[in-house]
């Protein structure tokens, strides 16, 4: 990538928590994606909100009324994945209870929700068990680049 240019990754933090890891292990993890995947990212929004906001964002775009950890919107219509663009909605406080749930550390699980969100805007989805465990396998191949 052309260090002139900005990356595709902007990240915002309007819950009020701390975020655990560092903007630049997100934008590896998200090259890392392009590259193993051949896919590109032109314009990613990871936005971390509180639980007022998922919810709401939940009811007005999914009908749905709960708490969730992420949620991925895309934006762009091509269909060779060459020009990705979408946003990432992130609940930091369910993210962060996710980590206590699965024994697991509070980075490792932020990174695995940005992680998931990124393969769900390539086309992946988790719908069933036999997509769970594919997404689940990607999460943890590109978890481990940066252990």
């Known amino acids: ?24 292990e997100a934008a590896y993890l998200l090259d890392a994606i392009s590259k193993h995947q051949s896919c590109g990212y ?9 639980e007022d906001e998922i919810i ?7 009908d749905r009324d709960y708490i969730t950890d992420i949620i991925s919107f895309r934006y762009d219509e091509t ?14 406080q369910r993210i962060q209870e996710q980590a206590s749930e699965y024994s697991d550390s509070t980075k490792q699980e932020f990174l695995r929700v940005v ?8 086309g992946y989805d988790d719908q069933t068990p036999e997509e769970k465990a ?12 940066i252990n």
């Open 115 to 122: 992680v998931h969100g990124l393969i769900h805007l390539i």
């Open 79 to 92: 269909e060779n994945n060459s020009e990705i663009e979408g946003t990432l909605y992130c609940c930091a």
């Open 134 to 145: 594919e997404m689940t396998r990607l999460e943890n191949h590109f978890l481990s680049l």
């Open 1 to 24: 990538m052309d260090s002139s240019l900005e990356h595709p990754l902007q990240i915002f933090n309007t819950s009020g928590l701390h975020l655990p890891f560092e903007e630049s």
């Open 56 to 62: 709401r964002i939940n009811k007005e775009f999914l």
């Open 42 to 50: 032109s314009f990613v929004e990871l936005v971390f909100v509180d």
